[in-house]
């Protein structure tokens, strides 16, 4: 016949006069982080809610710069489309001014290139910054990333 199991205490935990034992329930815990958490909230509300508008002004901004370099990337694109082949052909042209021409022309079209990608990326950002929805802003993390690496990558060196 099996011996019959007595309920033993372990250290830190209470019995109470009915024998039943007593313990810290997990949901009380929760509540009161979830309200520690509520009252960081409440108490960074506006620093929150001022880092949202100044991502929503500085999206806005971004668009419309890049609105305004698509604009004058076509423009330059168009004029060194029509300049490059002529002036190749004169010789009183130096070379130099030529490479800076041709480079001119590589960089206004990957302007271009990239327009359709970046308006994406940033009215995307602008909608999950207007929705509130983090979700959509993680998503993009990485789209933005590109961005800013293609951004960097048009930038001519210095030297």
């Known amino acids: 016949m099996p011996t019959p199991i007595k309920s033993t205490a372990k250290a830190g935990t ?18 009161g982080s979830i309200n520690d958490i509520v009252k960081i909230i409440e108490q960074n509300k506006e620093m929150i809610d001022s880092i949202q508008e100044i991502a929503l002004e500085l999206t806005s901004s971004i668009g419309s710069l890049h609105t305004l370099t698509v604009k004058y990337a076509r423009t ?5 489309d029509v300049l490059l082949p002529i002036l190749k052909n004169l010789p009183i042209v130096p070379k130099n001014v030529m490479q800076m021409l041709v480079n001119l022309e590589s960089i206004t079209q990957k302007i271009i290139d990239n ?3 970046t308006s994406k990326t940033i009215t995307d950002v602008r909608s999950g910054l207007q929705t509130g929805d983090a979700n959509k802003l993680k998503a993009h993390a990485g789209q933005l990333q590109a961005v800013t690496k293609s951004i960097t990558a048009i930038i001519p060196k210095q030297g």
Do not use: H, M, P, Q
């Not at 330059?76 to 060194?80: K, S």
């Open 14 to 31: 209470a019995i109470s006069k009915t024998g039943t034992v007593s313990y810290v329930k997990f949901s009380d815990k929760l509540t």
């Open 76 to 80: 330059a694109n168009g004029i060194l």
């Open 115 to 117: 327009e359709t990608t």
